[in-house]
């Protein structure tokens, strides 16, 4: 089952820093957390991942809190093509390790 | 790198008839591959983890003699809808991990929308 607990939907304007907020205070020591987002009628696309420290990449930024109970994606320079289901993920990560989705945020980037 | 393909991506059934999906890793060895379903505006949903060479496991819920998975290949997992039924209609999405990595990502799939009449 999924460990972690989104907002619904959240609105962003066009060209402000989309901050996407996830809980998982369940998670346990050697679980990464993964970033993926889904646009629609596609299969999911990868973001980025981390353990605990904090992650930055071409796409976007990931914040783990110190106690690891939370994090925040960030997408910087949000676009319209942004607008998407971004889901957060709590893993082992290990080959075989199962992903479980939750019900994710639903971004929409305003014009 | 790390692209995983799905054939079809659509695919339109009779009820009572089977339906074949293939998930193929074209530039990288997966040892474990996923399949998720999906329902309209819900989130994917886990049926069945595939390992190469052995028995897939399903999740509590799934019919395995429904919904059955070969991983005969490191490159290539099927799923076959046995007696599609119209609650069968959904997207079915596959995932895969490389071989020999820990701590590695998931790569999907663009997935199959299959319809059952």
């Known amino acids: 089952d999924a460990k972690t607990t989104q907002p619904p939907s959240m609105d962003c304007a066009e060209g402000r820093a989309a901050n996407l907020p996830c809980n998982h205070s369940?998670?346990?020591?050697?679980?990464?957390v993964y970033w993926y987002r889904q646009i629609h009628s596609q299969g999911p696309q990868y973001i980025i991942h981390?353990?605990?420290n904090n992650e930055t990449n071409e796409m976007a930024s990931l914040i783990i809190t110190e106690d690891r109970k939370s994090s925040t994606l960030i997408l910087p320079h949000a676009t319209l093509r942004d607008t998407a289901v971004y889901y957060c993920?709590?893993?082992?990560?290990?080959?075989?390790?199962?992903?479980?989705f939750g019900t994710g945020t639903s971004l929409t980037v305003i014009p | 790198g790390a692209v995983v393909s799905q054939h079809p991506s659509r695919v339109i059934c009779k009820s009572g008839t089977s339906v074949k999906i293939e998930c193929r890793s074209l530039?990288?060895?997966?040892?474990?591959m996923f399949w998720y379903r999906q329902f309209p505006k819900q989130s994917l949903m886990l049926m069945a983890t595939?390992?190469?060479?052995?028995?897939?496991?399903?999740e509590q819920g799934v019919e395995k003699d429904k919904f059955l998975i070969n991983h005969a290949s490191l490159t290539l997992s099927t799923l076959t809808v046995t007696s599609a039924h119209p609650e069968d209609s959904s997207f079915y999405i596959c995932?895969?991990?490389?071989?020999?990595?820990?701590?590695?990502?998931?790569?999907f799939g663009n997935g199959t929308r299959l319809t059952v009449t």
């Open positions: 530039d990288f060895q997966a040892t474990t």
């Open positions: 993920i709590v893993s082992g990560g290990y080959t075989g390790n199962q992903f479980y």
């Open positions: 595939s390992n190469e060479g052995s028995k897939a496991t399903y």
């Open positions: 369940t998670i346990s020591g050697n679980e990464y």
């Open positions: 995932s895969a991990t490389k071989l020999g990595t820990a701590k590695e990502t998931l790569h």
């Open positions: 981390g353990l605990k």
